[in-house]
């Protein structure tokens, strides 16, 4: 199931970005996607486990294909996650190697 909170002018894509993705990827935990400045952190997304939950947070100031293109990104960590995937050069090499097709086939869809 799919949470979202905070604000970005982009947030009502979320739920129909996880529905595609869930399409394609099972995702067995709760996600909260949290629309936050990450300015200071010089990154669009990062994903985290919360006990059962997984939390995402992505920067509320992207354009819509950065949002859409971060959210895939960072919803492959999550699948990772849940498969015990923690070697941080793989888990990068495969998000970004994943978002662009991932992307494609959801504007492709909509």
């Known amino acids: 199931m799919l949470f979202t909170s905070g604000k ?17 990827y099972r995702i067995e935990s709760d996600v909260e996607v949290f629309h936050t400045d990450l300015s200071d952190d010089n990154a669009f997304g990062f994903t985290e486990i919360d006990g059962d939950e997984q939390f995402i947070q992505i920067h509320d100031d992207l354009t819509e294909e950065d949002y859409i293109t971060t959210l895939l990104h960072e919803l492959v960590h999550v699948v990772q996650n849940e498969n015990g995937q923690f070697d941080d050069d793989e888990r990068e090499k495969e998000a970004y190697g994943l978002e662009s097709i991932l992307f494609n086939q959801f504007a492709a869809a909509n």
């Open 8 to 24: 970005s002018p982009h947030s009502h894509l979320a739920q129909s970005v996880f529905e595609f993705f869930i399409s394609k």
